[in-house]
C-alpha cells in the first residue's frame, strides 16, 4: 500500500533565524531542517557559546549576540523560529517586524495568562504566527490521517493514548519550578491531537496527580476524557513514573473506525532518551475474513522528523502555497482553552461519593 504520510514542502524555501539553541534545537530542529533541505540563515542564544556550536555544528553562518542583532540582519523573506521559553515569547515577538511569519514553540504558554498575551502580541502586531505542535505532522500521524481520507478505516468513533513510561525530568530543568508540568507540558501534544481528529470537545475531564518518588515535581500523571457525546471515545493516560525498565512500558495511539483501526507505537518516549524503534500498524475489516493486523514500515518518528511539518506549513503558507497553516494559533489557542479546562476539572473534582446513602 502506497501510504503518503510526508509532508507537503514548499516549492522555494525561505531563510530561517532561530531564536534560541537548547537542546530541543540541537535535537529536533536543525536535523529535522537539514533533513529537508531548509537553509537557515542564523541564531541567537543568551549563551553564545551554545549557539556558536550549533553554527559550527550545522554550517549556521550569522550567530547574533541580541535579538535586535537579529533583527537587523535579517533577510525579508525569513521565517522566525522561536525555541525559547513561554515567559520569553511576547517580548521577542514585539521586538519582531510587523506582520513576521513566525513559528513558536510549544506550549503555547505556561499559563492560560501567557496564552493570550502571546495571541494579542501576535495580533497587534499582524504576525503570522504558528505553535510547534509538531506530532501532528509525526509519519504514524499523517499515515493515519491518509488512511481515513481515503475511507480505509470508515467512520473514526474512538483514540486511545496511553504512555506508561520512565522519563528523566532531570534531563528538563527548566520544568521542575513549574506548577503545571504533565498537561501543560507533554499531553497537550495528545489535547491537540485529538482536536485535530475530532474537533473541539464538548467538555474535558481530568485527574492530574504527583508520583511519589517525583514529590519535587508537579503531577506527572495523568488521565484525561475529551467528551464528543455518545458515540465517540477519547481517552489519555500516561504515567512518567513507571520505573521497572523497559518490560511492560507502553507508548502508542489507537485509532478506531467502523471499518479499520491503527496502532502506532511512539517508540521515542521508551528507554527515553535511547528510544526504541516505532511500529505502525493497521487492521482493515473485510466481509467473512476475521480480522488480521499488519505492520507497516514507515520512514521517520515524531523526533526529528515531525518537524519538517511544521515549518514546511509556515514557509508555505509565507510563499502563499496554502492558506492556513494547520497549527496556528487561533487554532491552538482551542488547544490551550483544553489543556486550561482540564486543569479546571482537575481541581472542581468529579462527584463526591454518598456512602452513607449505601448503608
Not at 481515513?148 to 520544568?175: A, D, K, R
Amino acid at each position: 500500500m502506497d501510504i503518503q504520510y510526508k509532508p507537503e514542502l514548499p516549492e522555494s524555501g525561505r531563510p530561517i533565524i532561530i531564536l534560541g539553541a537548547g537542546g530541543i534545537v540541537k535535537d529536533a530542529h536543525l536535523p529535522a531542517y537539514r533533513q529537508a533541505g531548509f537553509q537557515v540563515h542564523g541564531i541567537y542564544n543568551r549563551t553564545i557559546a551554545k549557539a556558536q556550536d550549533l553554527a559550527d555544528q550545522y554550517g549556521i553562518p550569522n550567530v547574533y549576540t541580541s535579538v535586535q542583532q537579529a533583527v537587523a540582519d535579517a533577510p525579508e523573506s525569513v521565517v522566525w523560529d522561536l525555541a525559547l521559553m513561554p515567559p520569553q515569547f511576547v517580548d521577542v515577538l514585539n521586538q519582531l517586524p510587523d506582520g513576521s511569519h513566525v513559528l513558536i514553540q510549544k506550549p503555547m504558554g505556561d499559563s492560560w495568562e501567557q496564552t493570550q498575551a502571546i495571541r494579542d502580541v501576535c495580533q497587534r502586531k499582524g504576525h503570522h504566527a504558528a505553535i510547534n505542535c509538531q506530532l501532528r505532522f509525526a509519519p504514524f500521524v499523517l499515515a493515519t490521517r491518509w488512511l481515513l481520507q481515503q475511507g480505509l478505516l470508515g467512520e473514526l468513533h474512538h483514540m486511545e493514548v496511553h504512555v506508561e513510561v520512565f522519563t528523566p525530568w532531570h534531563l528538563f530543568p527548566h520544568i521542575h519550578p513549574l506548577p503545571r508540568v504533565e498537561i501543560q507540558q507533554h499531553s497537550i501534544h495528545y489535547v491537540d491531537l485529538i482536536r485535530s481528529f475530532f474537533g473541539d470537545p464538548e467538555k474535558v475531564y481530568a485527574r492530574t496527580v504527583k508520583h511519589p518518588k517525583q514529590r519535587e515535581l508537579a503531577s506527572t500523571r495523568s488521565t484525561i476524557m475529551m467528551d464528543y457525546g455518545d458515540e465517540i471515545q477519547a481517552t489519555i493516560l500516561t504515567n512518567h513514573g513507571y520505573d521497572f525498565g523497559l518490560h511492560n512500558q507502553q507508548s502508542y495511539i489507537k485509532w478506531e473506525g467502523t471499518r479499520g483501526a491503527v496502532k502506532a507505537k511512539m517508540g521515542l518516549l521508551m528507554n527515553y532518551p535511547d528510544g526504541v524503534p516505532d511500529q505502525f500498524e493497521v487492521c482493515f475489516l473485510k466481509d467473512d475474513q476475521p480480522p488480521k493486523w499488519e505492520t507497516i514500515a514507515l520512514e521517520g518518528s515524531w523526533f526529528p522528523e515531525a518537524f519538517i511539518g511544521t515549518m514546511a506549513s509556515v514557509q508555505r503558507h509565507a510563499e502563499g502555497s496554502c492558506d492556513v497553516m494547520p497549527t496556528g494559533i487561533d487554532d491552538v489557542m482551542r488547544t490551550m482553552a483544553c489543556v486550561e479546562a482540564a486543569y479546571e476539572s482537575n481541581d472542581t473534582g468529579g462527584c463526591v461519593v454518598d456512602y452513607a446513602a449505601a448503608k
